[in-house]
Nanobody, 118 residues
Framework: QVQLVESGGGLVQPGGSLRLSCAAS????????MGWYRQAPGKQRELVAR??????DYADSVKGRFTISRDNTKNTVSLQMNSLKPEDTAVYYC?????????????WGQGTQVTVSS
């Protein structure tokens, strides 16, 4: 059974930094993409950053501040978040499109809270 487990959320002051990590576990044959989405209260879930085999995409609101990285040997993805703003406050979800021993498709982590506040 595939699981995505996130870590690294928390409370940080404006201008600070946080690093989120996500590890995919299970018998995984291939991962097409891994990335991060976020959902703020009262808003729809939105893409933050995603890394496929050939492309890296960022939301305009985080370009220049956030950096996504993948380790294909460990099935992990990380999000380095710098210069955080109060509007970055949200639950951040790890997402992966992958093929495992028993299933294929889109998988989500449980979410980790990021709060940017003084």
């Amino acid at each position: 059974q595939v699981q995505l487990v996130e870590s690294g959320g928390g409370l940080v002051q404006p201008g600070g930094s946080l690093r989120l990590s996500c590890a995919a576990s299970g018998i995984i044959y291939s991962i097409n993409s891994m990335g991060w989405y976020r959902q703020a209260p009262g808003k729809q879930r939105e893409l933050v950053a995603r890394k496929t085999t050939y492309n890296t995409d960022y939301a305009d609101s985080v370009k220049g501040r956030f950096t996504i990285s993948r380790d294909n040997t460990k099935n992990t993805v990380s999000l380095q978040m710098n210069s955080l703003k109060p509007e970055d406050t949200a639950v951040y979800y790890c997402q992966a499109d992958l093929r495992s021993e028993k299933e294929s498709g889109s998988f989500w982590g449980q979410g980790t809270q990021v709060t940017v506040s003084s």
